[in-house]
């Protein structure tokens, strides 16, 4: 059948129209400024080959992990991991989901109830929303990284809700800023709300991630870092209490519906998390990241620049056709950045989305940069 309904044929005409139609492209030989892949965990022969020799050494030759983790999944090796990651992130408890997205869907579709109230910043990423659109309880948004509107609409709600949950994002993954944890935390304190940080983009970047960078593990009440940035894997783990670990277990339906991870894939991430430990590929990123920003402002071009400390960095350029067109240039130039284009961000902020990695080199940070200024005063 090759017929589709109407509606949707409309809807792909539209994105088409406005230059936002999303295709999948293969990989190309370019200089990577586009990728996840800060630190250049994903690529490393070295993790991949410990990955393997844990699993021989313990005699794992298993592909699959055959059910969900309730089921037949519940490898050893979670408990491994799990145990490895409250200790290093000095949390009471760990739980391993299949990815960050399946962790939002699984927090904030199962904890906030009916008569709570989350509190999100305007920008948090689509699977928070998409976790929040399954809840029962109500939520409103806050400006960005605006925490007196944020104090404002906790104290409009204070008096009728069972509880308030507060949500952000240490580094936010489309501009590259952070909210003030500090600030953050005494708010939340001040009016007993419950804090929750997503981690993904602060892992790696800022050692085992802003909160922890910040020594504010104790303030939160839920942190959720990912695997499959910085430490090029694929995964993730909601930080928390024993109370909160066994709670996702028992009403988490991401969690309780959907099959584990493969052996090889916990392997991998135990592996990532030790070469962690005593890299030195976080300082270099530091170092790649402190350049960037003095060569914004060597080439002029701080001010179309987001502010940003972390290893994001976004190019406002508004319109579709004219993001994607510098970001063809670029790829002429030999350069991979791709063009992040409205609806993913509001329009008219359309933007080159520039991820550094330990890898850069500084002659390339340098040079894309110059290309990005002559692309965009022409």
Same mark, same amino acid.
């Given at each position: 059948?090759?017929r ?11 994105r088409?129209a406005n ?6 492209s ?6 990577d ?5 800060y630190l250049?965990?994903a ?9 393997h020799h844990h ?6 030759k298993?592909n699959g992990a055959?059910?969900?983790r309730l ?7 979670y408990k491994v ?5 409250k200790? /290093?992130?000095k #949390?009471?408890?760990?739980? !391993? &989901?299949?990815? +960050? ?5 699984g927090?904030?579709?199962? %904890?906030?109830q ?5 509190l999100?910043?305007?920008l ?13 309880a ?11 509107h944020l104090?404002k609409?906790?104290?409009q ?14 580094v936010f993954s489309m501009?590259g800023d952070?909210p003030d944890?500090?600030?953050l935390?005494?708010l ?8 929750i /940080?997503?981690? #993904?983009?602060?892992?790696g !970047? &800022?050692?085992? +991630?802003?909160?922890?960078?910040l020594n504010?593990?104790?303030? %939160?009440f ?8 910085a430490?090029?894997?694929?995964g993730?783990?909601?930080l928390s209490n ?10 988490s339906?991401p ?5 584990a991870?493969?052996?090889?894939s916990?392997?991998?991430i ?5 070469e962690l ?12 990241i402190k350049?960037?920003n003095?060569?914004?402002?060597k ?6 620049? /987001?502010?940003s400390n972390?290893?994001i ?35 008219h902020?359309e933007?080159l989305?520039i991820?550094?990695?330990s ?5 390339e940070?340098s ?5 990005i200024a002559?692309f965009t005063?022409?």
């Amino acid at each position: 059948m090759s017929r589709i309904p109407k509606k949707l044929l409309d809807k792909l005409n539209n994105r088409q129209a406005n230059d936002a139609l999303r295709q999948l492209s293969l990989p190309e030989n370019l200089i990577d400024f586009s990728s996840n892949d800060y630190l250049g965990f994903a690529k490393s022969e070295l993790i991949f080959q410990k990955a393997h020799h844990h699993l021989i050494s313990n005699n794992t030759k298993q592909n699959g992990a055959t059910g969900s983790r309730l089921l037949s999944g519940n490898h050893n090796l979670y408990k491994v991991l799990e145990s490895h990651l409250k200790s /290093i992130h000095k #949390a009471e408890s760990a739980l !391993v &989901f299949n990815s +960050g997205y399946d962790a939002n869907l699984g927090i904030f579709s199962s %904890i906030p109830q009916r008569g709570d109230i989350i509190l999100y910043d305007e920008l948090i990423h689509a699977s928070i929303r998409d976790g929040i659109s399954m809840s029962n309880a109500k939520s409103y948004k806050f400006k960005h990284n605006d925490l007196e509107h944020l104090e404002k609409l906790v104290l409009q709600n204070t008096s009728t809700a069972n509880e308030i949950y507060i949500v952000t994002e240490s580094v936010f993954s489309m501009d590259g800023d952070s909210p003030d944890l500090n600030a953050l935390v005494a708010l939340a304190n001040k009016h007993n709300c419950y804090l929750i /940080i997503d981690e #993904a983009h602060a892992i790696g !970047v &800022f050692g085992y +991630g802003l909160v922890q960078h910040l020594n504010l593990e104790k303030e %939160i009440f839920i942190r959720l870092i990912t695997f499959s940035k910085a430490l090029g894997c694929h995964g993730a783990t909601i930080l928390s209490n024993e109370a909160v670990k066994d709670y996702l277990i028992n009403f988490s339906r991401p969690f309780i519906y959907t099959t584990a991870l493969p052996p090889h894939s916990l392997a991998t991430i135990i592996e990532a998390y030790k070469e962690l430990e005593h890299t030195m590929q976080m300082e270099t990123l530091q170092s790649n990241i402190k350049f960037f920003n003095s060569e914004l402002v060597k080439h002029n071009l701080e001010l179309k620049f /987001i502010p940003s400390n972390s290893a994001i960095h976004c190019c406002i350029i508004p319109g579709n056709h004219e993001v994607k067109s510098i970001s063809e240039q670029l790829k002429l130039e030999g350069y991979n950045v791709k063009p992040i284009l409205s609806p993913t961000v509001p329009l008219h902020s359309e933007r080159l989305r520039i991820c550094l990695h330990s890898y850069n080199s500084k002659h390339e940070i340098s040079e894309i940069l110059r290309l990005i200024a002559t692309f965009t005063n022409s």
